[in-house]
């Protein structure tokens, strides 16, 4: 499974940037990490494959948003009120088929995107 992500670039704090991934082919649940310069790999946000479940860090919750749309085989990352903190390299992640509970853990994720990077500035 190959998963292509976008949407990555430079906002202003409080502003807002959307990354979306595509799946080769269908997944288990799907998520985000992100690495920030000098921090350790971090969970943002996951979504089971019915896109009726989602899980967020508290750094995160309430301005970060994921969502599925199977029907274009594509999972977004809304990302609202942007803070410095947030810049980071995301990475779009997705566990095999079948799999579809919560993990904040990056090891239960097999398949990984080429990372996209987000800059917010001051």
């Known amino acids: 499974v190959q998963l292509q992500a976008s949407g990555g670039g430079l906002v202003q704090a409080g502003g807002s940037l959307r990354l979306s991934c595509a799946p080769s082919?269908?997944?288990?649940?799907m998520g985000w990490f992100r690495r920030a310069p000098g921090k350790e790999l971090e969970f943002v946000a996951t979504?089971?494959?019915?896109?009726?479940?989602?899980g967020y860090p508290d750094s995160v919750k309430d301005r970060f948003f994921i969502s599925r749309d199977n029907a274009k085989n594509t999972v977004l990352l809304q990302m609202n009120s942007l803070r410095p903190e947030d810049t980071a390299v995301y990475y779009c992640?997705?566990?095999?088929?079948?799999?579809?509970?919560?993990?904040?853990?990056?090891?239960?994720?097999?398949?990984w995107g080429q990372g996209t990077l987000v800059t917010v500035s001051s």
């Open positions: 992640v997705a566990r095999r088929v079948g799999l579809d509970l919560h993990s904040g853990n990056a090891g239960d994720y097999v398949y």
């Open positions: 082919r269908r997944t288990g649940r």
């Open positions: 979504i089971s494959s019915s896109g009726e479940n989602t």
